[in-house]
């Protein structure tokens, strides 16, 4: 139970945290619902008026069966719930759903009649004893019948008028809308009382609290605490939103298939002797469910069904580990890429653009280390339901803050490459533009995913993707080899790429080198690392199979430019090839480019001589045999493909601007 004695202790620091009333803990014997009607009544208990509420989350009071029910079943929530309950006139309208009004008109009775009793429930109480609830929703027109005086279950579709807005709020069971469903909430005007919604009411959610926890029926052992205490019976659901069913702990089904082993548990002997399994207090088990609900919602990343969440147990901010860094620390990232921090090693840093990244980071993460203590408590929890009721711990590792810290940036300095992203400039202005940048950072785990698979990628292989990815984020692991090889052949498959997805091409290309890159480095038997940049000394077949592709088309593109045509190169058309059977596919290649350079040397012919030295430079380092080997090439030549025709590129940019600035200055 280590999982829950954390959150336990993560309840009790976040209560103690400076937070807006909205980044609040929710208080215990409480859940969070979806609120679709809010009746306002007055001090007295009379009626006023009703609305219907829009997309609004509330907090209500709960019973320990309420917060965990499944479905309808009678277990009332204690003064907020839905029609069928709170209504004592919903049979009397044609309501399809069991009634409960008696169940929670007893529980409202027995809290309101005892010491931790509250003026606002007690006047809740008084109106709902009335039974006119459904009927004045009537009058006010938030709920609709038809003409034998039955609720709509929706609307006339030979309507002339627009269906209201109860219909539009609630959710539909099986293709049907019913308003018995919707949530009634309360707000009760009183003289003096400046707070009328109920559950904006601390004084209130105080009250219900004591009461539940006054009356709280089984006591035993709480494993987590080690004191005799109430123990919980049912364990809160609601954890990734609020129609989420799925219990990490449900214990309490006595039939059926549930493996049970040697636990021989009646409900009569719960109620006497308590459960034979582990028990977990009440008051445990309701505060650490309320901190990972709290967790999720701040911090957590969500992948359909699948969670993953990173915190401090004392509440301090951490770097979140599937958080993608360039949403981070953008702007440190760019000025690391474009004017590279001068610092006293001495290293060319505009070779190896990876060093002023590593720079950037290491003082964004410093800020961090500043805040934690070295005591502090660092838990990473991934979760998954393969039922809509049982959810599942899939992942679950403690840290130090030091140990955490290091590893999170190994996997950004290990793993950088040059990304393409969008920025937009201009902004504020009429006409607001955007640019294409190409800073050094780490892919985030779903632009992984979508490099790897494609975008059309199913919802199991994105959790079995990120489930793999994790563990080499946060444990330091080497990167799955099958992952680093179906990158490496998507973007070597260029011309599976529409026309219009060349810059999605251009993505998965910097995130198969991030992977190639990073792969290398963690080898258990070939370790290499490779600098962020154009390694001019690199003799490997691969690396110069790559830097010569990118001359090719860099050739053909200047070619095409000149004579105003758009279409793919040869080396653009032929790369899978290429990459499959460089030495004959290169043979080609080269073929194809004598008219290309023919007229560029009628057009461009500084440019051609340039570009042909390079060429010939390339040419020269083949070690002898390597040149005419056919075997295909590793994701190495992706790298050394990427840096040369990014800086053939660059290249081109810089005589343009200054050209730009020669005939600026005449």
């Not at 921090?341 to 590593?358: A, R, W, Y």
């Not at 400039?425 to 640019?435: I, L, N, Q, R, T």
Request: aromatic share 10%.
């Amino acid at each position: 139970m280590s999982w829950m004695a954390k959150l336990y202790e993560t309840y009790e620091a976040g209560m103690r945290l400076d937070l807006p009333d909205s980044g609040q803990l929710m208080p215990i014997s409480h859940t969070l619902q979806n609120a679709h009607i809010k009746i306002t009544i007055d001090g007295e208990g009379n009626f006023r008026r009703a609305e219907v509420l829009e997309k609004t989350q509330i907090v209500l009071p709960a019973t320990e069966k309420s917060a965990g029910r499944a479905g309808s079943g009678a277990a009332p929530h204690p003064l907020a719930d839905k029609i069928q309950y709170v209504a004592k006139d919903y049979p009397e309208y044609g309501g399809k759903k069991k009634a409960f009004f008696n169940f929670y008109l007893k529980q409202l009775d027995e809290w309101c009649n005892s010491s931790d009793s509250h003026i606002k429930a007690r006047t809740v109480k008084q109106y709902v004893e009335k039974g006119t609830v459904v009927k004045d929703l009537i009058d006010s027109k938030v709920l609709f019948v038809d003409e034998e005086n039955a609720l709509l279950l929706s609307w006339p579709k030979n309507s002339e008028n627009e269906a209201p807005k109860i219909f539009k709020v609630l959710p539909k069971e099986k293709g049907v809308l019913d308003q018995g469903n919707a949530l009634v909430c309360w707000s009760v005007e009183a003289q003096g009382d400046p707070i009328s919604d109920t559950w904006k009411d601390h004084t209130l959610q105080t009250a219900w609290v004591e009461y539940e926890l006054e009356n709280s029926a089984q006591t035993g052992l709480c494993y987590v605490t080690g004191k005799e205490v109430p123990l919980a019976v049912n364990h809160p659901a609601k954890l990734r939103h609020t129609g989420d069913k799925a219990k990490l702990v449900s214990s309490n089904d006595m039939s059926g298939y549930t493996f049970r082993g040697r636990f021989t548990d009646t409900k009569k002997s719960i109620e006497k002797q308590g459960a034979q399994s582990v028990g977990i207090s009440f008051d445990v088990t309701q505060k650490a469910h309320n901190a990972l609900r709290w967790l999720i919602s701040r911090q957590g990343f969500r992948n359909g069904d699948q969670a993953i969440i990173a915190w401090a147990v004392s509440g301090t901010d951490i770097p979140q580990p599937m958080e993608d860094i360039w949403n981070l620390m953008g702007e440190e990232i760019q000025e690391a890429s474009v004017s590279p921090p001068q610092v006293e090693s001495k290293i060319d840093h505009t070779n190896d653009l990876g060093q002023s990244f590593s720079v950037a980071l290491g003082k964004y993460m410093a800020g961090y280390r500043a805040k934690l203590k070295t005591t502090d408590n660092i838990v990473i929890m991934g979760l998954d339901s393969a039922t809509p009721g049982r959810m599942g711990i899939t992942y679950y590792q403690e840290f130090f803050p030091d140990d955490y810290i290091n590893r999170i940036s190994k996997w950004h300095k290990e793993f950088a490459w040059y990304q393409r992203h969008k920025i937009e400039v201009d902004v504020g202005k009429a006409k607001p533009a955007s640019k294409t940048v190409w800073p050094v950072c780490t892919p985030s785990p779903r632009a992984i995913w979508e490099a790897v698979y494609g975008s059309t990628v199913n919802d199991s292989l994105k959790k079995n993707t990120i489930e793999r990815i994790l563990p080499c984020i946060v444990e330091a692991r080497p990167f799955p080899q099958d992952l680093v090889e179906k990158a490496i052949h998507r973007a070597s498959n260029r011309s599976a790429y529409k026309s219009d997805e060349q810059w999605l091409w251009e993505k998965h290309l910097g995130i198969a080198c991030a992977l190639y890159r990073g792969f290398c480095k963690r080898h258990l038997k070939q370790s290499k690392e490779y600098i962020v940049g154009l390694e001019q000394e690199n003799h490997s077949r691969d690396y110069l199979y790559g830097r010569l592709l990118a001359i090719a088309e860099r050739v053909e593109d200047m070619s095409l430019y000149v004579s105003g045509e758009k279409r793919s190169t040869t080396a653009a058309r032929l790369m899978q090839r290429f990459a499959d059977r460089p030495a004959s596919t290169w043979r080609n290649i080269e073929l194809a480019l004598q008219p290309y350079m023919q007229r560029l040397r009628n057009n461009r012919a500084g440019f051609l001589h340039n570009i042909q030295t390079l060429l010939d430079e390339v040419m020269g380092k083949f070690t002898a045999g390597d040149f005419v080997n056919d075997k295909p090439l590793s994701g190495e030549f992706l790298l050394a493909y990427h840096t040369q025709r990014f800086e053939l590129r660059n290249k081109q940019q810089s005589n343009e601007n200054s050209e730009l600035q020669t005939k600026g200055t005449e």
